[in-house]
């Protein structure tokens, strides 16, 4: 799935987010979407993608235990496109972000995240104390 998520091919991103994650998948974590289910994944990862064309996920750490499996992640991409009301800036960002991924009937059926947005957000000079403020 990661190598899917960071080819920028969105037809096949959304393929895999359809045979991956349960129709209905909880999402524990807040969006800065509206939709819910498999939808909302469809949805941050468009916008993701209109706003950084060249993002890129590195899985950092991966750890299993029962249902349940964590992995930690830097991702990294430039800021070519609008991104929640913050023009593009052509600015480099790294961030990290952490999600826990709860499997049933071989899909994920719930998903808590946390990822660095104030990171992002200084980075692109939204906050004092980014790249360039």
Request: net charge negative.
């Amino acid at each position: 799935m990661l190598e899917v998520s960071n080819s920028g091919d969105m037809e096949l991103i959304f393929r895999i987010f359809e045979e991956c994650l349960q129709p209905d998948v909880l999402i524990r974590t807040e969006l800065p979407v509206k939709t819910t289910g498999a939808q909302a994944f469809k949805d941050v990862f468009a916008m993701l993608y209109r706003a950084y064309p060249d993002l890129h996920v590195t899985v950092e750490d991966v750890i299993a235990e029962g249902d349940k499996v964590v992995a930690r992640n830097t991702v990294t991409g430039t800021h070519q496109g609008e991104y929640m009301g913050i023009p593009p800036t052509g600015k480099s960002v790294t961030y990290k972000e952490i999600f826990i991924a709860r499997f049933a009937d071989g899909r994920i059926a719930e998903v808590w995240g946390v990822v660095d947005v104030l990171s992002q957000m200084r980075q692109l000079g939204a906050f004092p104390g980014g790249r360039g403020s």
